[in-house]
C-alpha cells in the first residue's frame, strides 16, 4: 500500500499487460503504473495477471487498477488480489459511493463542458484527474481541447490523457500545464503490449517538459 501522503504521480503509463514492459517503464522513470480492469477492454487483465506485472516494483510506485462502473467492493477485490495501490475509476461512478474508499482515487474527467460541474462534485474523493477525450471511458488516441484542459488543470492536480506520445507530449505539457501526463495506446506496438523504445522516449520528453514548467 502507498504511504499516509504519497507524492502525485507525474508520469504514467496505462494499459500494462506484461512484467517486462512494467519494469521498463519504472526503469525508465515512471512513478505510475497502470492495467485495465474492464474485461470489454482489449487491453483487459485479470486481478492475477496484474499481480504478476507489478511483481518486484518498488512499494511506492503507484499500480493503479484502472475500473469503469465496477462497485466499490469488487474493485477493492482486484486492488488486493493484484497489489494495486491506487484505482482510477472511468465510468458513471458517483463520488458519495467513494467516500470511505481505503486507496487513492483518480477520477476521470472528459473534456468538455461537464468537466465544471464534475470535478467540484469529486474534488473532496479524489487525490486528483485524468483529463482525457470525452468520447470514451479511454483509450481513444484523441486529444483533448487544450484550453479547457489547462482551466480545468490549474483548479485541481491533474494527470493530462488523451492521444499522447512520444512526439506530442512535450508540446501538450506547454500547453496545459498539468501535474502530470498519462499515455497507453500512444506507446504501443499492438494493444496491451508495449513499443520500449517509444515509452522510452515519452517518459523522458514527459519528465523534461514538466521540469521546464515548474521552473
Not at 13 to 26: H, K, N, P
Not at 76 to 103: H, I, K, R, Y
Amino acid at each position: 500500500m502507498l504511504p499516509d501522503s504519497p507524492p502525485f504521480p507525474s508520469i504514467k503509463v496505462c494499459g500494462l499487460t506484461r512484467a517486462e514492459d512494467a519494469q521498463a517503464a519504472y526503469q525508465a522513470g515512471a512513478d505510475a503504473l497502470g492495467v485495465v480492469a474492464v474485461s470489454q477492454s482489449p487491453r483487459a487483465v485479470t486481478a492475477q495477471l496484474a499481480l504478476q506485472v507489478f511483481a518486484d516494483l518498488p512499494a511506492e510506485v503507484w499500480k493503479v487498477a484502472v475500473s469503469v462502473n465496477a462497485s466499490p467492493a469488487d474493485v477493492m477485490d482486484f486492488c488486493q488480489t493484484s497489489g494495486c495501490n491506487a484505482v482510477q475509476l472511468c465510468g458513471a461512478e458517483q463520488a458519495e459511493e467513494w467516500n470511505d474508499f481505503p486507496l487513492p482515487i483518480l477520477r476521470r474527467i472528459g473534456v468538455d463542458s461537464s468537466a465544471l460541474s464534475t470535478m467540484p462534485t469529486w474534488a473532496a474523493t479524489a487525490w486528483g484527474f485524468v483529463l482525457d477525450h470525452p468520447s470514451a471511458a479511454g483509450g481513444t488516441g484523441k486529444n483533448v481541447d487544450p484550453i479547457l484542459a489547462r482551466s480545468l488543470a490549474a483548479q485541481h492536480r491533474c494527470l493530462l490523457a488523451g492521444g499522447i506520445h512520444p512526439e506530442n507530449v512535450s508540446h501538450l505539457i506547454q500547453q496545459v500545464q498539468p501535474a502530470g501526463v498519462d499515455a497507453s495506446s500512444g506507446l504501443e506496438a499492438s494493444p496491451g503490449m508495449k513499443n520500449l523504445p517509444k515509452m522510452t522516449a515519452y517518459i523522458q520528453n514527459a519528465r523534461t517538459a514538466l521540469e521546464a514548467i515548474q521552473i
